[in-house]
């Protein structure tokens, strides 16, 4: 069964308080100093209340959580990161660091802060914290509890060159989990009627150095896709690479899209854009990022990038979503485009976009439902 990360819920306290006490013993701290911390840590709906809580689950079971919540203007405390013992060595405790990261750039937030158990430094300094202080572990007199935190790097870089090519090595998450990947997506097309199950391609590797972008990319279903989407994103060697489409107005706004209800992220507020499929390779292999950045602008907007001036080429990290973007300023004002645009949807078959945001300022980036590297790229161009 695949593993899947979800929202906690009120239910789930005792089997992450049974978690949390399983995996404090795993340490083989003595049984009286056990005594104590159980009579007085635990998790209660209280708690599940007033943070943000995701649990890792396994048929139904949970396996693994998370909680964090703000601290300050430019930080967010991991307050609890505890796997069960019979779970350790998965991979799923740095999964879950990477959903403590993308939960911080979804709060603008900067630096991640926590207290590591005295014997857990280690696997903390793997993910890139530093420890800034220490205090006495009451669980282990003599030894002490490390403070550290992370400074998450910085999301948006200038691209210099793309080499992308596809890979005949299947995708693992989708090979391993065909059943319930098929069921899923069963379950969304009653939502959502005009779901298609096409082929797209995911990113399975990559290495980005000195502006210059190389990577790998696996054949795969649209289904798998969602079904990964929404377990959220528990395969971390997978991205979900996209190109995008930044336009820029002659009165220097950004022109960012609301997606439709009738879609698969309807609400959701970014540049124009979309997964990459097999449209985009070519007869060598490689696949052409740039080309599906144009289709997808003409497709959704109307607009032809030849007759736009083409500005910077970005690439912005957010967590399993990998956005390759180029800017396109054109000469029309932000109002005109919009209106443009909102007429193109309106007509064409898909109807794919319900509106158009006129990003002028970094005060218009407030919404929740415009994504992190939406966000991100937003604050790089009108720094």
């Given amino acids: 069964m695949p593993l899947k990360l979800r929202p906690a819920t009120l239910e789930d306290a005792p089997a992450l308080t049974d978690i949390l006490h399983r995996a404090k013993a795993s340490w083989g701290y003595p049984e009286d100093k056990m005594a ?11 708690t599940i209340r007033s943070i943000e809580m995701t649990v890792a ?3 139904g079971v949970p396996i693994a959580f998370l909680g964090v919540v703000p601290d300050d203007g430019e930080t967010l405390l991991v307050d609890f990161l505890f796997v069960d013992p019979g779970m350790h060595g998965k991979g799923i405790g740095s999964l879950l660091v990477k959903r403590a990261e993308d939960a911080a750039r979804q709060l603008q937030l900067t630096r991640l802060r926590l207290e590591a158990d005295a014997h857990a430094g280690d696997f903390y300094e793997k993910h890139g914290f530093q420890t800034y202080a220490t205090r006495p572990s009451e669980m282990s007199p003599g030894k002490h509890i490390p403070l550290m935190e992370k400074r998450l790097p910085a999301c948006v870089h ?5 080499d992308l090519r596809v890979t ?3 995708w693992r998450f989708e090979t391993e989990n065909a059943t319930e990947i098929a069921a899923h997506f069963e379950e969304a097309q009653k939502r959502i009627s005009l779901l298609w199950n096409g082929r797209t391609l995911k990113l399975t590797h990559y290495a980005f150095q000195d502006g210059i972008f190389e990577g790998s990319c696996s054949e795969s279903s ?3 896709h969602l079904a990964w989407r929404d377990w959220g994103a528990p395969d971390a060697t997978a991205f979900n690479l996209f190109g995008s489409a930044i336009i820029r107005s002659g009165d220097g706004a950004l022109l960012y899209g609301v997606m439709g209800p009738h879609t698969a992220t309807g609400g959701m507020i ?11 390779v070519k007869p060598d292999g490689t696949v052409d990022v740039i080309r599906a950045i144009d289709r997808e602008l003409a497709e959704e907007t109307g607009l032809c990038g030849a007759a736009m001036k083409k500005a910077a080429l970005l690439a912005t990290f957010d967590g399993p979503r990998i956005s390759i973007a180029r800017v396109f300023d054109c000469d029309d004002e932000a109002a005109a485009l919009r209106a443009a645009i909102l007429a193109h949807s309106a007509a064409s078959e898909e109807k794919e976009l319900s509106d158009i945001r006129i990003i002028r300022s970094r005060d218009d980036l407030q919404d929740p439902a415009i994504v992190p590297f939406a966000r991100e790229i937003a604050h790089y161009l009108l720094q």
Avoid: C, H
């Fill in 36 to 46: 104590e911390f159980m009579d007085v840590w635990g998790i209660s709906e209280t």
């Fill in 57 to 59: 689950e396994t048929q």
């Fill in 158 to 162: 200038e691209l210099k060159r793309i």
């Fill in 168 to 170: 005949d090595r299947p």
């Fill in 222 to 224: 649209y289904a798998a």
């Fill in 270 to 280: 970014y540049p124009p854009g979309g997964n990459l499929d097999l449209n985009d």
